[in-house]
């Protein structure tokens, strides 16, 4: 037997096995044992089931997630976030630097502005990783954040009632939908957390996180059509820039959390 055809029979095996498991639970809850899967209420359990199991999944990971953020602080994530942004760095250059792959001036554009707009998506994670290990972490910003965050003003106690979400889960599930492109926005949800003015300059990252905007919703053009060339150095410096930026928030939030 080939491995091929082994990793077939185990997935068929593994597949068959989930099918009974859910026959059975079905079948444990039916009123009548008899009832086949053409069944109205068969069918009923089977959508009931179906959904349980979605619920577990999401759960699980959501567990996950919580347990990350537990054991990375902000520090760690904002050290592998600078990682990540000299690997792009890297990883582009190795490429331009290649004349058969990199063959035309358009071709390395595009490879360009495929990495501009990666960087930021990046930075969005770095921000929404940080705020949300700094809520986990800290219960003075936890208490920062309910009472001053817009998002959660909302935010009815039948809404906790009605999930299995403890406060902190909520918070965390309402801050995991934020934007973190809208720069502007998301330095003033720091500022409420950490409870301090951030002295931050924006208007570089604010114009990458605007550029990146043009790159992915008009395929690399301005509001008014204009093509947006970018060059290899042209990213170089949006890294630094980002750095630079990132660099600030975390002193400032090193120099202010609680705990």
């Known amino acids: 037997m080939t491995w091929g055809s082994e990793l077939s029979s185990i997935k068929d095996y593994l597949f068959a096995m989930q099918e009974q498991y859910a026959d059975d639970w079905i079948r444990e809850r039916l009123s009548d044992y008899s009832l086949n ?19 577990l999944r999401e759960e699980a990971e959501w567990q996950a997630e919580l347990q990350w953020l537990k054991e990375n602080g902000s520090s760690k994530i904002h ?13 582009l250059e190795s490429n331009c ?4 792959k990199m063959a035309t001036k358009l ?39 309910l009472r001053k965050f817009k998002i959660l003003k909302n935010v009815k106690l039948i809404d906790v009632a009605e999930t299995d979400l403890d406060v902190k889960s909520l918070v965390l ?11 502007p ?17 924006i208007s570089k990252v604010y114009k990458i996180t605007k550029l990146r905007h043009d790159i992915v919703h008009r395929n690399g053009k301005t509001i008014d059509g204009c093509v947006i060339n970018l060059d290899v150095q042209d990213f170089v410096q ?5 750095k630079d930026f990132t660099g ?6 090193n120099g202010n959390k609680t705990s």
Not at 130 to 138: F, P, V
């Open 173 to 183: 599930r309402h801050i995991g939908e934020v934007l973190y492109h809208n720069i």
């Open 37 to 55: 899967e053409n069944s109205e209420e068969y069918q009923e359990l089977a959508e009931e089931y179906s959904n349980y199991q979605e619920y």
């Open 248 to 253: 600030v928030l975390q002193r400032a939030i």
């Open 238 to 242: 949006a890294i630094s820039d980002i």
């Open 79 to 91: 050290s592998i976030f600078v990682s990540e942004l000299d690997e792009l760095i890297s990883m």
């Open 97 to 100: 630097n290649n004349s058969q």
């Open 107 to 145: 071709r390395t554009n595009i490879v360009v502005k495929m990495s501009y707009a990666y960087a930021v998506t990046l930075l969005e994670a770095y921000l929404g990783d940080t705020l949300r290990a700094l809520i986990s972490q800290d219960e003075q910003l936890l208490k920062n954040a």
């Open 185 to 201: 926005n998301v330095i003033e949800m720091y500022e409420q957390v950490l409870g301090v003015k951030l002295e931050i300059d």
